[in-house]
């Protein structure tokens, strides 16, 4: 079945640190990815998505390219801030309703 | 506008007590979601609602039972709670099947059970 593996965190940078939290899937047919945030005592809120192969999605400086040929959905930034610290999950949607979420990369930025 | 409000955001309560969390959404969206997410942030799907009808039903004890009076609406109905329910509960949802389609969440509801 279709699922998502997202590297185990925590994870802690330094601020003005590059970031990398991978993501791989398997998936039967054509899935669109996404990456989800969520900070500290909120819900999920969507940062990017992409819907074919080679698509890159991006936002407030993520960025986020889907690879067919090796299965992944990396996520990245060249600079996080402090504000940046939150929880990371990436997830697929293939056909039907359903959502399959990792199981969520905690980042903390430190000044 | 809050896209998708859940209702209340805070429950404290004892054990076996019997408990619901409310949730609408205003985007016109077919299809509503409760998931629940544990102490480590794992997200576990529990229930999935298109037009009122329930389609997807995972392993839950049967304590829980969802109830969607209108597409805009799905509430979620505790019974007997018990320490091990104690999580964060979202909401979510979505436009018709299409997988271009994100799902759009609520803020939480954290339920603490003493």
């Known amino acids: 079945g279709d699922s998502v593996t997202q590297m185990e965190g925590p994870v802690t940078l330094s601020e003005e640190a590059f970031l990398t939290i991978n993501c791989t899937y398997t998936?039967?047919?054509?899935?669109?990815l996404f990456w989800y945030v969520q900070y500290p005592g909120e819900g999920l809120q969507l940062l990017l998505k992409a819907t074919k192969a080679d698509d890159k999605g991006s936002n407030k400086g993520f960025e986020a390219t889907y690879r067919k040929e090796t299965t992944s959905f990396h996520l990245e930034k060249g600079s996080v801030q402090v504000s940046d610290s939150a929880v990371y999950f990436c997830a697929l949607r293939g056909t039907g309703n359903q959502f399959y979420f990792g199981t969520g990369t905690s980042l903390t930025v430190i000044p | 506008d809050t896209a998708v409000s859940q209702t209340p955001k805070y429950l404290v309560t004892q054990m076996g007590n019997d408990k619901s969390i409310k949730c609408e959404q205003n985007l016109g969206h077919d299809t509503m979601y409760w998931y629940k997410q544990d102490s480590k942030k794992f997200l576990k799907i529990m229930f999935s609602?298109?037009?009122?009808?329930?389609?997807i039903n995972e392993t839950v004890p049967n304590r829980f039972s969802p109830k969607s009076p209108d597409k805009a609406h799905l509430n979620l109905h505790i019974n007997s709670l018990e320490l091990g329910d104690s999580a964060v509960y979202f909401c979510?949802?979505?436009?018709?099947?299409?997988?271009?389609?994100?799902?759009?969440f609520g803020s939480g509801t954290r339920l603490t059970v003493v």
């Open positions: 998936a039967t047919g054509y899935p669109s």
């Open positions: 609602y298109n037009n009122k009808e329930l389609i």
């Open positions: 979510a949802s979505s436009p018709p099947e299409d997988r271009v389609w994100g799902y759009t």
